[in-house]
T-cell receptor, first 113, second 111 residues
Framework: DAGVIQSPRHEVTEMGQEVTLRCKPI?????LFWYRQTMMRGLELLIY????????DSGMPEDRFSAKMPNASFSTLKIQPSEPRDSAVYFC???????????FGQGTRLTVV | DQQVKQNSPSLSVQEGRISILNCDYT??????FLWYKKYPAEGPTFLIS?????DKNEDGRFTVFLNKSAKHLSLHIVPSQPGDSAVYFC??????????FGTGTSLTVIP
């Protein structure tokens, strides 16, 4: 049974470029979460979806960040334009709705130079 | 405005002894709490959870304790093993279903 799949695993880009991170949740899971891991804030929730609908995007740091979930098996997190302070590990996670633990992908390490 | 806090960035314990990791939260609406374990270059993996209707949940060597009045939970690992060395994240969830995580505690179990 495949887990949460994220791509790419590593991304190095120049400041000002657009970056797109991808996520395929576990089949049958209704909730999808995007997190960013930093030393200062730990795992920071950026946005989450229930049944493909964005429920809370209050964690998205700026308008440069956007996320979509066009269907139950795919989500993207886009940063445009990227900045060096966006460098972090970005995790996608999925769960069944309500009271079930979330399962994480292996993360995308983003480096903006 | 961190709603879940882990005030100890790191902890070292001798193999065979007890490891105690602590977590505090501020939002009284949280009613479901989880611990995750994370190895380098991997995503966090679920370890154990507890509902607010309980004050203790045990799974093998891992026990989570919840003190609702103090808004505090802890994870006990007994006995600690070198393979337990990892970063441990505390998480909390409320009516909105989103999970809020702490900053993590890096546990090192010394052989």
């Amino acid at each position: 049974d495949a887990g949460v799949i994220q791509s790419p695993r590593h991304e190095v880009t120049e400041m000002g470029q657009e970056v797109t991170l991808r996520c395929k949740p576990i089949s049958g899971h209704n909730s999808l979460f995007w997190y960013r891991q930093t030393m200062m804030r730990g795992l920071e929730l950026l946005i989450y979806f229930n049944n493909n609908v964005p429920i809370d995007d209050s964690g998205m740091p700026e308008d440069r960040f956007s996320a979509k979930m066009p269907n139950a098996s795919f989500s993207t997190l886009k940063i445009q334009p990227s900045e060096p302070r966006d460098s972090a590990v970005y995790f996608c996670a999925s769960s069944r709705i309500y009271r079930m633990e979330a399962f994480f992908g292996q993360g995308t390490r983003l480096t903006v130079v | 405005d961190q709603q879940v806090k882990q005030n100890s960035p790191s902890l070292s314990v001798q193999e065979g002894r007890i490891s105690i990791l602590n977590c505090d939260y501020t939002n009284s609406m949280f009613d479901y709490f989880l611990w995750y374990k994370k190895y380098p270059a991997e995503g966090p993996t679920f370890l154990i959870s507890i509902s607010s209707i309980k004050d203790k949940n045990e799974d093998g060597r891992f026990t989570v304790f919840l003190n609702k009045s103090a808004k505090h939970l802890s994870l006990h690992i007994v006995p600690s093993q070198p393979g337990d060395s990892a970063v441990y994240f505390c998480a909390a969830s409320g009516p909105g279903n989103q999970f809020y995580f702490g900053t993590g505690t890096s546990l090192t179990v010394i052989p």
